[in-house]
T-cell receptor
Framework: AQKITQTQPGMFVQEKEAVTLDCTYD???????LFWYKQPSSGEMIFLIY??????QNATEGRYSLNFQKARKSANLVISASQLGDSAMYFC????????????????FGKGTKLSVIP | DSGVTQTPKHLITATGQRVTLRCSPR?????VYWYQQSLDQGLQFLIQ???????AKGNILERFSAQQFPDLHSELNLSSLELGDSALYFC???????????FGPGTRLTVT
């Protein structure tokens, strides 16, 4: 079963506008975390933001914020004031423990959303 | 720049061959993770090492193996290569008490 679902294969947004990229997840682990990564056409994976399942407040990093709705199992990324450089693939990922030892976990990624910023 | 380095950046080889991909984690990071990104499978977790010990295995083929050395750099060995092994291979690292994984620039492997 797919654990991370990104339903928007592609999105367009006007420069300077805000955009929301959707992510829903499925886990039975009470302790988990959600990540967003950006992958420009050059290929590198850039860490954007992290939200832990026990965090009370939504994570924010500059123009990025994570709209975490635990009951709905959603962790949407909001990018404010879009810039041309934001055009890229965006991946949502979930951290799950896969071993009882400390520091043992893996990231499961969604299929990504391609964001295009229009001037 | 994440601080994670990977070499080589590109690798072209033939089917049946063996290659080694190298990763140096960020200074002080003890955990190293390997991921494979292909068009059909997306991004998949392969294996994790923590301070030299294997900690977790994902969808890693038996033809693939990895190790982490005392200086904490890691190598991913891919043998008996097939066309379907062509992909972007990422290494990521994380600090001891952090969940955040920082990715290297990747090694693009092309098997012909």
């Amino acid at each position: 079963a797919q654990k991370i679902t990104q339903t928007q294969p592609g999105m367009f947004v006007q420069e300077k506008e805000a955009v929301t990229l959707d992510c829903t997840y499925d886990t039975s682990d009470p302790s988990y975390g959600l990540f967003w990564y950006k992958q420009p056409s050059s290929g590198e994976m850039i860490f954007l933001i992290y939200q832990g399942s026990y965090d009370q407040q939504n994570a924010t990093e500059g123009r990025y914020s994570l709209n975490f709705q635990k009951a709905r199992k959603s962790a949407n990324l909001v990018i404010s004031a879009s810039q041309l450089g934001d055009s890229a693939m965006y991946f949502c990922a979930m951290r799950e423990a896969i071993f009882s030892g400390a520091g043992s976990y893996q990231l499961t990624f969604g299929k990504g959303t391609k964001l295009s910023v229009i001037p | 720049d994440s601080g994670v380095t990977q070499t080589p950046k590109h690798l072209i080889t033939a089917t049946g061959q063996r290659v080694t991909l190298r990763c140096s984690p960020r200074s002080g990071d003890l955990s190293v993770y390997w991921y494979q990104q292909s068009l059909d499978q997306g991004l998949q977790f392969l294996i994790q090492y923590y301070n030299g010990e294997e900690r977790a295995k994902g969808n890693i083929l038996e033809r693939f193996s990895a190790q982490q050395f005392p200086d904490l750099h890691s190598e991913l060995n891919l043998s008996s290569l097939e066309l379907g092994d062509s992909a972007l291979y990422f290494c990521a690292s994380s600090a001891k008490n952090s969940y955040e994984q920082y990715f290297g620039p990747g090694t693009r492997l092309t098997v012909t």
